[in-house]
């Protein structure tokens, strides 16, 4: 059964400190993406990335966000320093673009890491 | 400014009954458009899509409708049982445009007994 999966699925931590969050997409995928979610906005596009390069980082806050892709079965998202406005839901979510095709149908949802920044 | 808007936060229908979940958009590129399901605690997971070049998909109980003039899609389903009750996010997107996805805000939809 393959999914996405998400580390740590909670984090509670103080203003200021580091927070990184961890995404396995799912064997075989190509193209994974970080969204936000929070009651004001929603689901909010963060970034993604295509074979490990990054596509799109525009909706993430450059001063304090940062995605990586180390390797094709890891995703990073790391917020230094961290403060209350990013307390959040946040997704990875992956997905496959075949040869010849320029976008994915369907991306896979992990289930989101809960981040309360006190 | 938000693209994909769905104005009603919650729905509550009786079990047996049709759901509308409605969706407006502004931008006239779209010509993808997706239905997420979210449980809470869950990911939310893919539930039906229709491209542009059609007015309606449907998938078992679900039927999406699409209006590009009006720029207003639509969620049916039918009949509603308890178990679709969830939070469902409307999304829009640009084929050829590296799978972007716009979302809503989201439905939260009771399904009543």
């Known amino acids: 059964d393959a999914r996405v999966t998400q580390t740590p699925r909670h984090k509670v931590t103080e203003m200021g400190q580091e927070v990184t969050m961890r995404c396995q997409p799912i064997l075989g995928h190509n193209t994974v993406f970080w969204y936000r979610q929070t009651m004001m906005q929603g689901l909010e596009l963060l970034a993604y990335f295509r074979n490990r390069a990054p596509l799109d980082d525009s909706g993430m806050p450059k001063d304090r966000f940062s995605a990586e892709m180390p390797d094709a079965t890891l995703a990073t998202l790391k917020i230094q320093p961290s403060e209350p406005r990013d307390s959040a839901v946040y997704f990875c979510a992956s997905g496959l673009v075949r040869d010849g095709e320029t976008s994915t149908d369907t991306q896979y949802f992990g289930p989101g890491t809960r981040l309360t920044v006190l | 400014d938000q693209q994909v808007k769905q104005n009603s936060p919650s729905l509550s229908v009786q079990e047996g009954r049709i759901s509308i979940l409605n969706c407006d958009y502004t931008?006239?590129?779209?010509?993808?458009f997706l239905w997420y399901k979210k449980y809470p605690a869950e990911g939310p997971t893919f539930l039906i899509s229709i491209s542009s070049i059609k007015d309606k998909n449907e998938d078992g109980r679900f039927t999406v409708f699409l209006n590009k003039s009006a720029k207003h899609l639509s969620l049916h389903i039918v009949p509603s049982q308890p178990g679709d009750s969830a939070v469902y996010f409307c999304?829009?997107?640009?084929?050829?445009?590296?799978?972007?996805?716009?979302f809503g805000k989201g439905i939260t939809l009771s399904v009543r007994p």
């Open positions: 931008n006239s590129m779209f010509d993808y």
């Open positions: 999304a829009a997107a640009l084929t050829g445009a590296n799978s972007k996805l716009t």
